[in-house]
DNA sequence: GGTTCTAGAACC
DNA sequence: GGTTCTAGAACC
């Protein structure tokens, strides 16, 4: 194992910082379990001779999962671990924790440090951070390309860009004016409303 | 009826254009239609007293129509009309068109243009353009300019002075979100204060 | 932190 | 023009 020994010091720098996994990510990972003891043949369907068909599972190299039906996994398992029933959210979700589509033909998902058996490393699992940089992010790809032979033209498209999401901005700011000076209005109106009352003075 | 009679002359400028409307509208159409005189007590069904529960249909307005049954429509309905099986796919070519999700606890989604019984307005449907917004005044002339041997030079000065002002539209923008929920705090507890003095109902 | 609705972008 | 994968943003 290559993990760190329970009393290692800490590497300089870090602040020990005992870390629960995200909500989402403890119960997917639930799912899996739940399902990999009472998936398949469950119950007396099995008896029966009747075998549930696969709802999901871990893959066979269990680094990733496979959600085999997704209207059985919507309806029947999402509820009972989320507060919906919507696939899409699910995949919403799995998206922001970085996890990967990684075939075409089925709904399989994997991550890094999504893998069966090893649920202390769900706790390293962060949500994807957004950009620091203040670029709008439909430039970062442009800007950062290697492409030079369309320099040019990439440089009138993300002017174009620029100028848009600057023309959006200002409709906001203007959005935005308008409606502090709405409040700024009522605030008057109500400390006028209140004076009638007291003269204590207010301390807001 | 308000529409344009066949041989009427064309408005000058404009260019005579027999408009087909988009596959992805017709087939969409077409799969209403179709669900519409054969859906809900199909076939045999029917005459046992099971009638088969609606997959998809128009509303009762005929504004729009609903997915009752996304696994269903997603797997009966979607391989017969597209070239996938995909829910959210579907979903994705809606927006695409500009349909808007109109319930919360539906899937029932409207557009404009998309009534039952008007299949000739699907042709006016388009996508959804990327470029609705015109220049910024201050630029304008500098990027319309003949001048054509500093046009890199001003193209990359340009964009400099684009990101940068972006990013102080940004700033403002953070800050003026912060005086409006300043602000929305102050109104809470003035009103808070007011109604200890008067039952009256305040009119703003 | 989760859920929903919509859009960007790459690829076909 | 369609399909897929992922992300932005608003709202809860």
Same mark, same amino acid.
């Given at each position: 194992?290559?993990?760190?020994?329970?009393?290692?010091?800490?590497? #300089?720098?870090?602040?020990?910082?005992?870390?629960?996994?995200?909500?989402?990510?403890?119960?997917?990972?639930?799912?899996?379990?739940?399902?990999?003891?009472?998936?398949?043949?469950?119950?007396?369907?099995?008896?029966?001779?009747? %075998?549930?068909?696969?709802?999901?599972?871990?893959?066979?190299?269990?680094?990733?999962?496979?959600?085999?039906?997704?209207?059985?996994?919507?309806?029947?398992?999402?509820?009972?671990?989320?507060?919906?029933?919507?696939?899409?959210?699910?995949?919403?979700?799995?998206?922001?924790?970085?996890?990967?589509?990684?075939?075409?033909?089925?709904?399989?998902?994997?991550?890094?440090?999504? !893998?069966?058996?090893?649920?202390?490393?769900?706790?390293?699992?962060?949500?994807?951070?957004?950009?620091?940089?203040?670029?709008?992010?439909?430039?970062? #790809?442009?800007?950062?390309?290697?492409? !030079?032979?369309?320099?040019?033209?990439?440089?009138?498209?993300?002017?174009?860009?620029?100028? %848009?999401?600057?023309?959006?901005?200002?409709?906001?700011?203007?959005?935005?004016?308008?409606?502090?000076?709405?409040?700024?209005?009522? %605030?008057?109106?109500?400390?006028?409303?209140?004076?009638?009352?007291?003269?204590?003075?207010?301390?807001?």
């Amino acid at each position: 194992m290559a993990t760190t020994p329970p009393h290692a010091p800490e590497p #300089a720098g870090m602040t020990r910082k005992i870390k629960c996994p995200a909500p989402f990510l403890s119960k997917t990972y639930d799912l899996l379990e739940e399902e990999e003891i009472c998936g398949g043949g469950r119950g007396g369907g099995a008896a029966h001779g009747v %075998e549930r068909l696969r709802i999901v599972s871990w893959n066979s190299e269990g680094n990733g999962f496979v959600v085999w039906s997704p209207a059985d996994f919507s309806e029947a398992m999402l509820p009972k671990y989320f507060k919906h029933n919507n696939f899409s959210s699910f995949i919403r979700q799995l998206n922001t924790y970085g996890f990967k589509k990684t075939a075409s033909k089925r709904w399989e998902f994997q991550h890094e440090k999504f !893998k069966r058996g090893q649920r202390h490393l769900l706790a390293e699992i962060g949500r994807k951070k957004c950009d620091p940089s203040g670029f709008p992010p439909f430039l970062k #790809a442009k800007y950062c390309s290697k492409n !030079k032979s369309n320099n040019n033209n990439n440089n009138t498209k993300n002017m174009v860009m620029l100028m %848009e999401e600057n023309n959006k901005l200002r409709r906001e700011r203007k959005d935005l004016e308008m409606q502090i000076s709405h409040f700024k209005n009522l %605030e008057m109106k109500l400390l006028e409303c209140l004076s009638q009352y007291t003269t204590m003075p207010l301390l807001f």
